[in-house]
């Protein structure tokens, strides 16, 4: 199982209370300017962005997220979203042994002091085929042992922050009453690898998040493992 080291933290001020978590979770936060969709259908831009994200994917065994949200907030919040792979990607090729960090200056340094240099290429038709397979095949969750909630059901997000470990509960809908849409099967625990629980997708109304934000009612709809819920009161 992979566990996250302590990372670093801030402190933000979200009215009566204070929430301490890592830089990635900014889900109904202000004050990062409009979100630009012009090409958003593209899902790379640039040939060496899908090289670091199947880098990412190759080089490091376990899940890449709890790397990404390793990065210190500094580097998180100013790299572009593949430059976070590429970054991720290193800091965990080097706690798997697999490269240095003196590797990694060294190429660094080649890349910088001359600038026609180009990385090696290798054509191989085979592990192509492997990543293009694994990149693109479905993977359906087994069927749950047992669900605690059914659709339809109202239920809390429990009010709980880990800033030390990996989880997959976006901080702006702790505390939050939604409703059950669908009932799924039973995933690895996200931080708990060796156990597994019912993964939820729930609903939740926008002025219960954020309250009137000028742009009208709307429905957010949230993946939540079961860890995470209660039933409403």
């Known amino acids: 199982m992979d566990r996250c080291e302590p990372r670093e933290s801030r402190t933000i001020e979200l009215g009566y209370r204070e929430v301490v978590e ?14 630009v969709t012009e090409d958003g259908e593209l899902t790379h831009h640039e040939p060496w962005e899908l090289r670091a994200q199947g880098a990412a994917l190759f080089a490091v065994r376990d899940s890449m997220r709890p790397w990404l949200e390793r990065l210190d907030p500094a580097t998180y919040l100013s790299s572009p979203y593949y430059v976070r792979w590429l970054r991720a990607a290193e800091n965990g090729a080097v706690a798997s ?3 240095t960090t003196d590797d990694l200056a060294r190429w660094r340094s080649r890349f910088d002091d001359d600038p026609d240099a180009r990385p090696p ?6 592990l192509r085929a492997r990543v293009e397979r694994a990149l693109t095949t479905p993977h359906p969750l087994p069927a749950a042992r047992a669900h605690s909630f059914r659709p339809g059901q109202r239920v809390v997000v429990k009010r709980w922050h880990d800033a030390t470990h990996h989880h997959r509960c976006p901080r702006y809908v702790r505390g939050v009453t939604g409703v059950v849409e669908t009932a799924w099967g039973d995933e690895p625990v996200p931080g708990e690898e060796e156990r597994s629980a019912p993964t939820y997708t729930v609903s939740f109304a926008s002025t219960d998040l954020w309250g009137d934000a000028g742009e009208g009612p709307f429905t957010v ?3 939540l493992c079961e860890d995470y819920l209660e039933p409403a009161p």
């Open 221 to 223: 709809s949230v993946d």
């Open 121 to 126: 290429a290798v054509h191989d038709e085979v």
């Open 97 to 99: 042994g697999f490269v």
């Open 22 to 35: 890592g830089a990635h979770d900014l889900g109904g936060l202000d004050g990062f300017g409009p979100v």
